[in-house]
């Protein structure tokens, strides 16, 4: 049997345990036995990236927010999809440990990811970051927690407020698009997203783009109306 190797362990800001697991050439990102991320399975995370990301090409500089560093797969389709030098991408990581782990245990996951000069990651909640937003960004991607329903950190619910997504509407340019992943779907969030004023779409992706296709993630597409 191939054993599973804890390869390092840190607490998030909020005092919650992580651990960074290897079995078998898979790595994965654990809190109190749950797995939250792994290297085998990311393609909707990239696919959110992608859907957020792609209309924006024809902008001479298009700016990103990316909520959750995590193991960099959400960022580095975001990198792709918009390769242009003059793109501009944030990064909001609450747990300095998790940039530390894509830029050494992680590295080989995304090669030169993070010395991409168009990268800036902040060590601070997404949500400080959108609050100090006025019509910045052209494209804001949620990959954290296991989306709107399921809180691992204690304030991330608050992104999924009324309130929260108000304050991303101040964040966002007219026509600019709030991406949201989500582990399941939720109608309740599909309604709020309305509620604030959003033209919404939301989206059954494959979870994985190798093994098996059957399970599906859900993808929020968000749009600011322009006025």
Not at 51 to 73: D, E, H, W
Request: proline share 4%; hydrophobic share 40%.
């Amino acid at each position: 049997m191939i054993p599973y190797v804890k390869i390092a362990e840190a607490t998030t800001p909020e005092g919650e345990p992580l651990e960074l697991i290897e079995h078998d050439g898979t790595f994965m990102i654990c809190s109190r036995g749950e797995q939250l991320m792994t290297s085998f399975s990311h393609g909707s995370e990239e696919t959110l990236a992608e859907l957020a990301c792609s209309p924006f090409q024809p902008v001479n500089q298009p700016k990103v927010l990316v909520g959750g560093l995590g193991m960099g797969y959400t960022l580095a389709a975001a990198t792709k999809a918009l390769p242009g030098k003059r793109a501009r991408f944030v990064v909001a990581e609450l747990t300095s440990t998790i940039e530390v782990w894509n830029r050494t245990h992680l590295k080989h996951l995304n090669p030169g990811l993070l010395d991409d000069e168009r990268i800036s990651v902040k060590i601070q909640p997404v949500q400080k970051i959108i609050r100090q937003a006025r019509a910045d960004y052209h494209a804001i991607l949620l990959d954290v927690d296991n989306g709107p329903s399921a809180f691992h950190g204690n304030n991330n619910n608050s992104l999924y407020t009324l309130e929260g997504l108000r304050e991303i509407q101040h964040a966002l340019k007219g026509g600019g698009i709030l991406a949201v992943w989500s582990a399941r779907r939720d109608q309740a969030f599909t309604k709020l997203l309305r509620k604030a004023g959003f033209d919404v779409s939301e989206n059954a992706v494959a979870a994985a783009h190798k093994g098996t296709k059957r399970r599906t993630h859900t993808i929020w597409l968000a749009r600011k109306k322009i006025y």
